[in-house]
């Protein structure tokens, strides 16, 4: 079981940047990890991930995020970082950390197996 508990958000404005984080209650070192986003109205949707360690720590990116965005994990601390910069109005959103037991990732949300419970992010036009 993982628990993972995600903080960082806030309000900013466009051309801004915030980094959030995603403290994992065990060991995720080899899980497939991610970050997702949900803004009023619309689906959860693939913001970027990072696969486990052991096979390499290969990234990916929705392209609405690249270059902007950079996903990156803290081993020793159990923490997985979203960098976030030159933000703009359209990526407000909830932001969630997700892992899944599985080292390699996916951009499907249905693959994750745990979830935390989210943080705003607000972006200011």
Known sequence: QVHLVESGGGYVQTGGSLRLSCAASGRTTNNGMAWF?????????????????????????????KGRF???RDNAQNTVYLQMNSLKPEDTAVYYCAARSSPFITRA?????YWGQGTQVTVSS
């Open 37 to 65: 986003r949900q803004a009023p109205g619309k689906e959860r949707e693939f913001v970027a991930a990072r696969a486990g360690t052991w096979i390499g720590g290969n990234t990916d990116y929705a392209d609405s995020v």
């Open 70 to 72: 950079t996903i990156s």
């Open 109 to 113: 949300r249905s693959e994750y197996d």
